[in-house]
């Protein structure tokens, strides 16, 4: 196997080794927390090589990006996750190509993607993003206008919210990131109240490559590895 696609399968099953023990060790199945692999950083050659070594789960964090790498026939048994922000401009291009947007961040685009959705005859699985961090430069609602969106809920008929996503804060290390993903939790434990009956809410999307298994010990079901994958893969 050539260099590339060697190192990005042995990478590759490190993190699901961590992934698989870090779940054990918060005493969850291992199969509770499930990997998105985060493309942004690399190329068709690159991402074809974490299908050939078992991971179809793909994520990127640009709309273009996604739908380039979306059209590659190298790359047509991947499912795609949209993991950053969207216009709502972009909506109509984006939908038909992904199986799940982890980044609503208004009801704005809320309204936008249940109306596409609904023209399209597809209806969409999406996951609201929360600022947890309460960073500035970060997008997300936060948990004050989270609430008049999840009682409108049984409004949108064409998507599934089916959970909540956040990102770490990007100082104070693993305690901070701890209370931040225990936050999105609790969020989501809180939401449940204001949610028409019958919702669930049970993905949680949160954890990188630095904070992943902080997430899993938090309850991640989803977590979004980019830079592990490609140690050694990309310059710089
Ligand atoms: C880039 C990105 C990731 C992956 O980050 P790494 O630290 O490279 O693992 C996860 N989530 C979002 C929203 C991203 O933009």
Same mark, same amino acid.
């Given at each position: 196997?050539?260099?590339i696609e060697?190192?990005i399968?042995?990478?590759?099953?490190?993190?699901?080794?961590?992934?698989?023990?870090?779940?054990?060790?918060?005493?969850?199945?291992?199969?509770?927390?499930?990997?998105i692999a985060v493309t942004k950083y690399v190329g068709v050659r690159e991402t074809a090589a974490l299908l050939a070594a078992g991971c179809s789960t793909l994520g990127e964090?640009?709309?273009q990006q996604l739908w380039e790498k979306a059209e590659q026939t190298e790359l047509a048994s991947a499912s795609w996750h949209l993991?950053?922000?969207?216009?709502?401009?972009?909506?109509?291009?984006?939908?038909p190509k992904v199986d799940?947007?982890?980044?609503?961040?208004?009801?704005?685009?809320?309204?936008?993607?249940?109306?596409?959705?609904?023209?399209?005859?597809?209806? !969409?699985?999406? =996951?609201? $993003?929360?600022?947890?961090?309460?960073?500035? @430069?970060?997008? /997300? *609602?936060?948990?004050?206008?989270? !609430?008049?969106? =999840?009682? $409108?809920?049984?409004?949108?008929?064409?998507? @599934?919210?089916? /959970? *909540?996503?956040?990102?770490?804060?990007?100082?104070?290390?693993?305690?901070?990131?701890?209370?931040?993903?225990?936050?999105?939790?609790?969020?989501?434990?809180?939401?449940?109240?204001?949610?028409?009956?019958?919702?669930?809410?049970?993905?949680?999307?949160?954890?990188?490559?630095?904070?992943?298994?902080?997430?899993?010990?938090?309850?991640?079901?989803?977590?979004?590895?980019?830079?592990?994958l490609?140690?050694?893969?990309?310059?710089?």
């Open positions: 196997m050539p260099e060697q190192r399968a042995e990478n590759l099953s490190s993190v699901r080794e961590r992934m698989a023990r870090a779940a054990e060790c918060a005493g969850r199945e291992s199969s509770s927390a499930r990997l964090s640009r709309p993991i950053g922000h969207l216009q709502r401009n972009k909506v109509r291009r984006t939908l799940l947007i982890h980044s609503v961040d208004s009801l704005r685009l809320l309204k936008t993607i249940n109306e596409i959705c609904g023209e399209l005859g597809e209806p !969409k699985r999406v =996951l609201l $993003e929360v600022n947890c961090s309460g960073e500035a @430069e970060k997008h /997300g *609602l936060t948990s004050e206008s989270l !609430k008049p969106l =999840l009682a $409108e809920l049984a409004n949108f008929e064409h998507v @599934e919210v089916c /959970g *909540l996503m956040t990102m770490a804060a990007r100082e104070g290390g693993e305690a901070t990131a701890a209370q931040n993903f225990a936050s999105l939790r609790e969020i989501r434990d809180q939401s449940l109240k204001e949610c028409p009956p019958g919702a669930l809410l049970p993905e949680l999307s949160m954890g990188m490559s630095h904070d992943f298994e902080v997430a899993i010990r938090e309850g991640a079901t989803l977590v979004r590895v980019g830079s592990l490609f140690e050694g893969v990309r310059d710089g």
